[in-house]
């Protein structure tokens, strides 16, 4: 189960984070942090994705250089503001579309762009801009959301897995679509249980004003990590007849996991490029 921590994303998670490091302070303290890092490695179980280090990486970067946990809170807030100022113009793209789902499903991937974790140093308001010009041109897997489409039609619980902060008000656009498709669905959407990098949390679901009702997986791993998530939301996973689960955190701590999830997702590091064969921002829609 999930997409194993391998020597790529190794190498990856050293690189990005001895960089931070070396960006904070001295050598001596680098190594004293990479040091400590190591020893995360070491003592993780096996077969763990990637978000699996994430708590961990955090408390050493609180530990050694004093960083707040939600260090992330500048870029959260101006992802929201983006949206919401933008929402009035992403609603008018969805339901003048041939098929408004398909268009808030395509408007939802282009939200999981705002990831200022993955992509550090690379996350543009000007390029998402441009992109949201593109974003009906964005080309899926049609057989896949058709048996999406169908799956919808005959569940009654919908479970809603977040990511990003900013990208969650996409997502609030489709789920609204969804639920005036499929009226007879319930959705809940579940969102991180505490600061995860930029991954949305309570606040962020009530800054975007997600209408349906909004948990938590009750802790901050970056993902859905199953033997970590609170009782509330293991219960609404067992119960879901279909599980929407947004980025490359949740599709690395759940895929192979054997519920009926469908992935959706922007390629945004080499290890999803080579398990897909495909580029970098190539959109994702897969059926667990």
Known sequence: MSVAFDTGCLECHLRRNLETARSLGD?????????????????????????????????LFQKFYGLDPDRFREEKILSNQFVM??????????????????AGLQLAILGNYLDFSALQGQ????KLEDMLRQALDMELDTNCYHTLCNDLEKGQKLLYLTDNAG????????????????????????????????????????????????IDNGNTVGGTELSLLSTEARQALEEADVVI????????????????????????????VRRFQKPMFTPMLLKE
Request: proline residues 7%; negative net charge.
């Open 123 to 126: 996350v543009s308001f000007e």
């Open 167 to 214: 990208e969650i008000g996409f997502d609030r656009v489709f789920a609204e679509k969804i639920h005036e498709t499929y009226p007879h669905l319930q959705i809940t959407f579940c969102v991180r249980g505490g600061p995860a990098a930029n991954d949305a949390t309570r606040e962020d679901a009530r800054v975007v004003g997600i209408p349906f009702p909004v």
């Open 85 to 102: 100022e933008r929402l009035p113009q992403i609603r008018e793209m969805v339901n003048g579309a041939k098929d408004p789902v398909f």
């Open 245 to 272: 689960a947004k980025g490359m955190g949740n599709t690395e701590t759940m895929l192979g996991c054997g519920y009926n999830v469908y992935y959706a997702f922007l390629v945004k590091c080499d290890r999803f």
């Open 27 to 59: 050598e001596k303290t680098a190594m004293a942090f990479a040091r400590e890092l190591m020893q995360l490695y070491l003592s993780a179980p096996e077969g763990v994705g990637s978000p699996w280090f994430g708590p961990g990486t955090t408390k």
